[in-house]
């Protein structure tokens, strides 16, 4: 297998143990793009790149991420600091560079902080739009 091929394997493992898939999302914004109805609306529009992605070049992670991105845009006031926790995580995973150990160490740490969010915007996704995105971990 080569590098990038490896690489972009092991990027779609942590997004995936991650529970989720972009770039720092946006603080305040449009009070009306921040409703629960709006932000069911843009999961479903992203679902397979939020549940399911394929990723195996950089086009596929920039999309994954950007498709975070878009709906951690519009995530309700409620679970808004835990987007921003996630996109925060999935930055950092999306950089990894598995032949150092120090940045694999990076993104370890960054997403064992970030699981505690990551759960709960699993949760809340589930509850308020029905829609299956990442996988929650495991209770101890």
Not at 4 to 33: K, M, N
Not at 113 to 132: K, L, P
């Amino acid at each position: 297998m080569n590098q990038p091929t490896a690489r972009f394997e092991r990027i779609a493992a942590l997004v995936l143990v991650l529970g989720l898939g972009s770039l720092v999302a946006a603080c305040g914004g449009d009070a009306a793009q921040r409703t629960e109805a709006h932000y069911c609306t843009v999961v479903g529009e992203h679902l397979v790149d939020l549940s399911q992605p394929t990723i195996s070049t950089p086009a596929d992670v920039k999309r994954v991420l950007n498709a975070w991105k878009a709906v951690s845009a519009t995530a309700p006031l409620a679970v808004q600091s835990e987007w921003e926790a996630v996109i925060r995580s999935m930055q950092t995973a999306a950089t990894v560079d598995p032949n150092d150990p120090a940045s694999v160490q990076k993104v370890a740490d960054t997403a064992r902080s970030s699981e505690q969010a990551a759960n709960r915007v699993i949760n809340y996704t589930m509850e308020r739009c029905g829609a299956q995105i990442g996988t929650p971990a495991a209770a101890p």
